[in-house]
């Protein structure tokens, strides 16, 4: 079957079958892929004009409890410098971001026991207070039921956890053996349920990666319907078991976020900081794909370095200010413009 005629099926549905997509995933060619991104682009025009949302994004801690193959600050790596920010750290990483024109901040760490919920619900609360007209975004990993609830009445808008992988068998090659694929899924339902804009995702080109996997991917995007979807490549990072594995393919990221905004067209989809580390023109050629949001990073410089997932990340000399100008130039330079919104979800 002619992969445009699938590409022009999925827009139309706004689903393919799962053989479909393994069809399609397998036998692309780079025409089909600009195809894609010109039927991709096109929607993300229609609905949000040239405009891109950005998210200022404080990684307040790298101390995470839990051991992920492939991510550099899993608690196995003894070579990582460990950080903690605590709240006043964080308040002025949003003052300085709100005056470069922030109106969402995201707050990510590794799961960080001195982190609990209620530590963070307070600082939520503060955020809150402070800056009224900005939401509030966080991806600090796996939590309960009732913690996801604080965090929300607290008044967290939106939370982002990747679900890596949709398929557990590979779920279980990433990760060690006291992770749960079922509690990851468990806690992204509960998100949903709890009236958080919610972000899924993955990383393109994970060790053990199928198209079979990709495909299980693509139907449970279809299926959850996330609000948002973090899509970038995996990138080894020298201290991790995956250090010797070959990184995702550049080309395959764009396709997927293409195909992601195609089949869910009002969807937040960022251009993430792995795309602008492979490539440096990646994040241009993500929103010229499909994608409409960029996060730059609002952390401290000082300790951006230690916020190391994976080797080479970008962004790390810089300051907020010459990340937020840098962004600007760039989105100006394909014809597109930052827009200072919260930059909700809407359907
Ligand atoms: N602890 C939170 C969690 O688990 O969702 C948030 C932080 S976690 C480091 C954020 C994301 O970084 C992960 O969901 C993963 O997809 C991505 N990541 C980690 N290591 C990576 C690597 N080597 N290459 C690309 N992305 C990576
Ligand atoms: Fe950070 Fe360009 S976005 S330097």
Known sequence: MEIRKLIDKLNENKTLGKDEWIYLFGNYTDEDRAYAADTAR??????????????????????CKNDCLYC??????????????DEDDIMECCAEGYETGYRTFVL?????????????????????????????TLSVGELEYDEYKLLRDAGADRYLLRHE?????HYGKLHPAEMSFEHRMNCLRQLKELGYQTGAGIMVGSP????ECLADDMLFFADFKPQMIGIGPFLPHKDTPF???PKGSYELTLMLLSLCRIML?????????ALGTINPRGREEGVLAGANVVMPNLSPTAVRKKYMLYDNKICTEDSTTECRHCLQARMKSIGYEVS????????
């Open 42 to 63: 096109k929607l993300s025009l229609e609905k949000f004009e040239n405009k891109i949302f950005i998210r200022g994004i404080v990684e307040f801690s790298n101390i």
């Open 72 to 85: 550099g600050i899993r608690r196995s790596n003894s070579c990582a410098q460990r950080y903690r920010l």
């Open 108 to 136: 990510q760490s590794g799961e960080d026991g001195a982190w609990g919920a209620e530590r963070l619900a307070k600082l939520v609360c503060r955020i809150k207070e402070s800056y009224p007209d900005c939401a509030v």
């Open 165 to 169: 992988t949709a398929n557990k068998e």
């Open 208 to 211: 053990f990666q199928t198209h």
């Open 243 to 245: 250090r010797g594995e």
């Open 265 to 273: 067209p009002n969807l937040l989809l960022p251009a993430t900081t």
């Open 340 to 347: 200072i919104s919260r930059g909700d979800y809407s359907e």
